[in-house]
């Protein structure tokens, strides 16, 4: 055997007992990011964003090692002109609401703080490892100058409790307090 292989762990693969608790556990997430889509009507996520292409929920298995599961509102990408809310539960790492903001799109960055958002600084916006991991991120106004060129990602995490139906109004109340944040368009 290569020494990069290790041996395969068939006490892990035949534990049904966890597979099925952790393949329930996948699929109370999906009702959760499901339940929170089906609150916000297509034509709301216009309202708020004429450009908006609707909401998505996507799904993987291996984001850095972990499974992951998101929903996407919105869904515009433009570095420009884009705007995303995502919601992104990433097992071991925990439940984040995220706001990708094309360069010419913006919110109040004082509202985005008092609602406990902290603006990522990172290269891409995708690189979830910096931001959750590695914590590259502003957490307070203090002493940063917010004039930051290109796209901005805005993240917060939601700390979640056993109870899915408090889940389930803990997050839905957040996406609607976005939804009511002026957006600032620039051409």
Known sequence: MSEHQQELDLRLWMDQSLIRRQNQLKNQFIQLLEAVGN?????????FFEQSKGKKISKGNDLLGFPYQVLDLVRVFDYQSGLNIRLLNWFGNGF????????????NFETLYKSGFSLGMVEDPWDFG????????ISSLE????????????????????NPEVNRQLVQNEVKKILKMDLNLSD
């Open 130 to 137: 910096a931001l959750i991991i590695e914590n590259q991120v």
């Open 39 to 47: 609150s916000v009507s297509n034509q709301e996520l216009s309202s």
């Open 96 to 107: 984040f609401v995220l706001i990708f903001l094309g360069e010419k799109v913006g919110l």
């Open 143 to 162: 002493n940063h100058s917010l004039n930051q060129k290109g796209f901005k990602i805005w993240i917060k995490k939601i700390n979640l409790e056993s």
